[in-house]
């Protein structure tokens, strides 16, 4: 068995479970198989063979497809200061990414870099 029919096996595999676990039939689709559909892709399966091979729809995958390109999310993290603070003792630093890191910013200076960095 190669790696692109192990990532099938393990979709199938992860779908069945999903279903026999969670009630009803509008459910979303495990993180689980949207990596591992992500991963058939960088192996330049075809949407269409995707979906021929997994049951997911079509339109389904490209609707992930297009939310993961169009996502304006960004990955912030709160990390602990080392003894370092302004005299009010609010300080936040904001970590985006390994590249980015500000210090030192009050509140509202923070929710304004959120909204910058979500346009």
Same mark, same amino acid.
């Given at each position: 068995?190669?790696?692109?029919?192990?990532?099938?096996?393990?979709?199938?595999?992860i779908i069945e479970q999903y279903r026999t676990e969670v009630p009803g039939r509008r459910r979303?689709?495990?993180?689980?198989?949207?990596?591992?559909?992500?991963?058939?892709?960088?192996?330049? *399966?075809?949407?269409?063979?995707? %979906?021929? @091979?997994? /049951?997911?729809? $079509?339109?389904?995958?490209?609707?992930? =497809? &297009? +939310?993961?390109?169009?996502?304006?999310?960004?990955?912030?993290?709160? *990390?602990?200061?080392?003894?370092? %603070?302004? @005299?009010? /003792?609010?300080? $936040?630093?904001?970590?985006?990414?390994? =590249? &980015? +890191?500000?210090?030192?910013?009050?509140?509202?200076?923070?929710?304004?870099?959120?909204?910058?960095?979500?346009?």
């Amino acid at each position: 068995m190669d790696a692109t029919d192990q990532i099938y096996s393990e979709i199938t595999q992860i779908i069945e479970q999903y279903r026999t676990e969670v009630p009803g039939r509008r459910r979303a689709w495990p993180k689980a198989v949207k990596e591992r559909v992500q991963d058939l892709r960088r192996r330049k *399966v075809s949407w269409d063979e995707i %979906s021929k @091979s997994t /049951g997911i729809p $079509v339109s389904t995958l490209y609707q992930w =497809r &297009i +939310r993961k390109s169009t996502s304006s999310f960004q990955e912030l993290s709160v *990390v602990p200061t080392s003894g370092r %603070s302004r @005299s009010d /003792g609010h300080s $936040v630093t904001v970590v985006v990414s390994d =590249r &980015i +890191r500000v210090e030192g910013l009050d509140v509202g200076s923070v929710i304004k870099l959120i909204q910058r960095l979500d346009r």
